[in-house]
């Protein structure tokens, strides 16, 4: 139990485009989704936080308006990167939370972009 | 503020040995909770074991244990008999309640890079 999936695993795209990855609950409803960049070698970085139904949460630093999150369901998040730059290739992971009192996050596969 | 400090950047072991992978924690919330999660080559991160602030029983799962310790602020994590599977980013923690609030927002570690050798 407890599965999250992401869509795509691995994306390349020219410089100036937008990317959309998406973050799925398989067996479960996530009433609270994460989205982390990880930098090779390095830890977590939070980007945001999504409930469902509701705006997105963004952490010191990141930018709403290059970073678009989406919870349109339970079991649904996506994060665009908008006109993204090679600064903005990352390993992008998502997590979720099943909701209540539960704490513990379910990490998504990962998703490697590559902006040329 | 909140704090997961993992000092072992990167380790190697043979297989067959133990080995003890370290996390100090440090929060203010009195309610907490403590993680650890495996990060292969792949990538994904894998859960492993969640523990809360108000239960220091130690915990043992085949050839991993746990050993809280709230008197010194750490969650040291124990591999006996490793194997070259275990070879990993192994990241620790921290979630508290009203730090992290209602979402409870995780803090990393900066993780410990596990390499077992044949």
């Known amino acids: 139990g407890a599965v999250v999936s992401q869509h795509p695993s691995r994306v390349i795209c020219k410089s100036g485009t937008s990317v959309k990855i998406e973050c799925r609950s398989l067996?479960?409803?996530?009433?609270?989704m994460f989205w982390y960049r990880q930098f090779p070698k390095q830890s977590l970085m939070l980007m945001a936080t999504?409930?469902?139904?509701?705006?997105?949460?963004?952490e010191q630093g990141v930018e709403k308006d290059k970073f678009l999150i989406n919870h349109a369901s339970l079991t649904l998040s996506t994060l665009t990167v908008t006109s993204a730059h090679p600064e903005d290739s990352s390993f992008y992971i998502c997590?979720?939370?099943?909701?209540?009192?539960?704490?513990?996050?379910?990490f998504g596969p990962g998703t490697r972009l590559l902006v040329l | 503020a909140q704090k997961v400090t993992q000092a072992q950047t990167e380790i190697s072991v043979v297989e067959k040995e133990d080995v003890t992978l370290d996390c100090v924690y440090e929060t203010r919330d009195t309610t907490y909770y403590l993680f650890w999660y495996k990060q292969p080559p792949s990538g994904e991160l894998v859960f492993l074991i969640r523990?809360?602030?108000?239960?220091?029983q130690n915990e043992i799962s085949g050839r991993y244990s746990w050993n809280f310790q709230k008197s010194t602020s750490s969650f040291n994590f124990t591999i006996t008999a490793s194997q070259v599977v275990d070879s990993a980013v192994y990241f620790c923690a921290l979630s508290a309640l009203n730090s992290g609030g209602s979402n409870y927002k995780l803090t990393f570690g900066k993780g410990t890079l596990l390499t077992v050798n044949p």
């Open positions: 999504s409930n469902e139904g509701s705006k997105a949460t963004y």
């Open positions: 067996d479960f409803q996530a009433t609270t």
């Open positions: 997590s979720a939370r099943i909701g209540g009192t539960t704490t513990t996050q379910y």
């Open positions: 523990r809360n602030s108000f239960d220091e």
